[in-house]
């Protein structure tokens, strides 16, 4: 790879003083909207051209992308929704850019609604959907061009048509049907004042109802939350078409609840949990009692009962914490379902509606499950199972019978024979104890060169999921990582908070025991880890960089929080108050200034090399986050690697990216942190996992 010529960057002269503490902002001006500022588009393209002459250097490009394309060729389907006699659901196929909605009938399958066909460049995406309760029309929401902004359309089942209702300005949103199905319950903003390109923080989410044929205009106004105008408020129905729940939260791991009386003409929101002290789920309902999962007087979650028939109805425990993490559960076929992790592995676990234990449910393999399709008046359920040897499938569970059967399962170009998965742990500097999957080629012998990934944030866990890109780099004798650091809900929300606020040096410390771990017991060579994180896991990446430079060859930070002063001024930025603190606030503040990864780059350090990746559309974390952080690194004498930035056209913060440009991101991706950790890339056939494409 040739040394780059970076482009010159202007320096500004912004110093602000929080706290006491005079803080520089050089590159502030970055922040603006390349839409709107010549300057943030002309500096977009000079760094995508050194980028891509750089890339361009490399060997092994072809080989990754061919054999990338080669890794995401398979069907995908997901959990099908029963409404009458039809299923919905939705397939992707590998040359597909995005998902299609598919619906089941008399074993006929036919397509509903085809994203590919609305954009020339694949960058409409289905986003949510749900069929109304008689399976005649399908509420969906459009996303264009990876945007977290949904245009809600409604599809007509019988002949496929596209009705003229159109809802707008909707954005972290359900979909539920009225049970008689003359409109649906939605959230979204007002209409921000720039349009969907606008910036500007957003307050003012509500909870709407749209009847089928009307105007936007007509909407409903069902619930919004004046005292809290940063939070969300989500609704969901239950079964039996009776309440209307809606969860208000102002950030992770915490929510009200309260709920409306469908059979009153006159709506009135009733709140049943008050304050954000405790996580609230309602999992299904029997008559006015209601079950729910909740992290109330539970760090690992519990089941309880509400009975609305009381004026002030108090939980009652019908299943108990223990030492599993009960992640989600539902009311189908007279049991409740429930998923646990143990070690970040799913157990499936059955109870009776009072609770009782019921047996558990054995699962095709060791990996995750989840996504529980059915009702209560059921008597089958699907759900998702996936590993990270395993694609997602489908699986049908009949729960009278408590059998389980495969519905849809991938055909693959890869023999999973030849992929080995183990978990080991690793003791963190404080002495915790950090669960790390590793997933590598049976025959690999010796340290190979590593990706380690993880996130730590918001109780997220990173439980085992098939991730097709990571089988391009294990097929070349590369293994893949994971850790399980604090932050995420591994092991409960005592994990999550040990990872939150002023403790989130946990999650890093965690992430950089892991690190020297795969060194020590010889599985990643001394120069040869990578480090690749996404969102949270970008700040991640872009913290462990600073604190530990001399650990990593190569690090790939994806779509960073990069600036931890300034996050909460930009889009919905400001619901992660409730994972990271507050700038604004002199208790957070410090904490948020010592690892914000922009503002620690250490002049003089021996850097890894660097390829940032960003999208030019990104309105979740704004990619002048990651821009300012570039601008700084190539700024600072870092030694000689390179410190790149990858800005993606036309797209948001991941979801939705087209076919190719998927391809093409972790091709350049995965091409960069081969070159800097010495895996060898290419054609021979021993090096491949695919027996069925060989040359």
């Not at 389907?77 to 009938?105: H, K, W, Y």
């Not at 939070?231 to 209307?244: K, V, W």
């Not at 998923?339 to 592995?345: E, K, S, Y």
Request: aromatic content about 10%; charged content about 25%; glycine content about 10%.
């Amino acid at each position: 790879m040739p040394s780059p010529t970076y482009p010159v960057t202007e320096a500004i002269d912004v110093v602000e003083e929080h706290f006491g503490r005079r803080v520089s902002d050089p590159y502030r001006w970055l922040e603006s909207d390349m839409r709107d500022d010549p300057r943030v588009a002309d500096w977009i393209a000079a760094q995508n051209a050194v980028t891509e002459a750089c890339l361009a250097a490399l060997p092994g490009r072809a080989v990754f992308a061919e054999r990338l394309a080669a890794a995401l060729d398979f069907e995908q389907l997901g959990a099908p929704i029963g409404r009458g006699d039809r299923l919905f659901f939705t397939r992707r196929s590998g040359a597909d850019d995005q998902p299609s909605l598919i619906v089941r009938e008399g074993g006929r399958d036919r397509t509903l609604f085809d994203p590919n066909r609305w954009s020339d460049d694949g960058s409409v995406a289905l986003g949510e959907w749900a069929p109304s309760d008689d399976g005649r029309f399908v509420a969906l929401g459009v996303q264009d061009s990876g945007t977290d902004w949904r245009t809600i359309r409604v599809v007509d089942v019988c002949d496929g048509a596209v009705l003229a209702d159109e809802v707008r300005w909707a954005r972290f949103t359900l979909i539920a049907w009225a049970a008689d199905g003359s409109g649906f319950f939605y959230s979204r903003y007002p209409e921000p004042a720039g349009g969907a390109a606008d910036p500007a923080g957003l307050s003012g989410h509500a909870v709407w109802f749209h009847r089928l044929g009307a105007d936007q205009s007509a909407d409903r106004l069902v619930h919004a939350d004046a005292e809290h105008p940063f939070a969300l408020n989500l609704a969901d129905r239950t079964d039996d078409g009776r309440f209307l729940v809606i969860t208000t939260t102002p950030g992770p791991g915490v929510n009200a609840l309260a709920v409306v009386d469908l059979t009153d003409p006159d709506w009135i929101v009733r709140p049943v949990v008050t304050g954000f002290d405790a996580e609230w789920s309602v999992i299904g309902s029997e008559g006015a009692r209601l079950l729910l999962v909740t992290s109330d007087a539970a760090e690992r979650r519990r089941i309880v009962t509400l009975d609305l028939d009381d004026p002030q109805p108090s939980p009652r425990q019908i299943v108990a914490e223990d030492a599993a993490v009960l992640t989600s559960a539902a009311l189908i076929g007279g049991r409740i379902l429930a998923t646990c992790l143990v070690d970040a592995q799913t157990e499936l676990r059955r109870f009776a509606p009072d609770g009782t234990p019921d047996g558990v449910v054995q699962l095709p393999g060791i990996g995750s499950a989840g996504g529980f399709q059915g009702r209560a008046a059921d008597t089958h359920a699907f759900f998702l199972f996936s590993s990270f040897d395993t694609p997602i499938t489908v699986c049908r569970y009949d729960v009278a019978a408590d059998r389980l059967e495969i519905w849809a399962e991938p055909e693959l170009r890869v023999d999973r024979e030849r992929i080995a998965v183990e978990q080991r742990f690793v003791t963190s500097k404080d002495g915790a104890r950090v669960p790390v999957f590793i997933v590598r080629r049976r025959d690999a012998t010796g340290p190979t060169p590593t990706l380690l990934t993880g996130y730590g944030g918001f109780g997220i866990s990173m439980i085992p999921v098939y991730n097709p890109a990571h089988m391009a780099w294990i097929e070349q004798g590369g293994a893949v990582a994971t850790a399980n650091i604090r932050g995420g809900g591994e092991y409960g929300r005592a994990w999550h908070r040990a990872g939150q606020f002023e403790n989130r040096q946990n999650a890093f410390d965690d992430f950089i025991a892991a690190a020297e771990f795969l060194k020590a017991e010889g599985i990643a060579p001394q120069d040869g880890l990578a480090i690749h994180g996404e969102s949270n896991g970008g700040l991640l990446v872009g913290a462990v960089v600073n604190q530990r430079p001399d650990l990593f060859a190569a690090a790939l930070p994806g779509v960073g929080v990069m600036d931890m002063l300034r996050y909460h001024r930009f889009t919905g930025g400001m619901l992660w108050a409730g994972d990271f603190g507050s700038p604004e606030e002199e208790r957070h503040f410090a904490s948020l200034l010592s690892y914000s990864p922009y503002h620690n780059i250490r002049p003089g350090a021996d850097y890894p090399a660097i390829l940032a990746t960003t999208a030019d559309g990104d309105d979740r974390v704004v990619p002048g986050h990651t821009f300012k952080y570039v601008a700084a690194l190539q700024a600072s004498d870092l030694g000689p690697k390179p410190r790149l930035v990858r800005v993606e056209s036309r797209a948001g913060h991941g979801a939705g990216l087209p076919h190719d440009r998927t391809i093409a991101l972790y091709a350049d991706m995965w091409t960069f942190a081969a070159r800097w950790t010495g895996l060898a890339v290419g054609w021979p056939r021993q090096a491949r996992i695919s027996s069925q494409d060989a040359r």
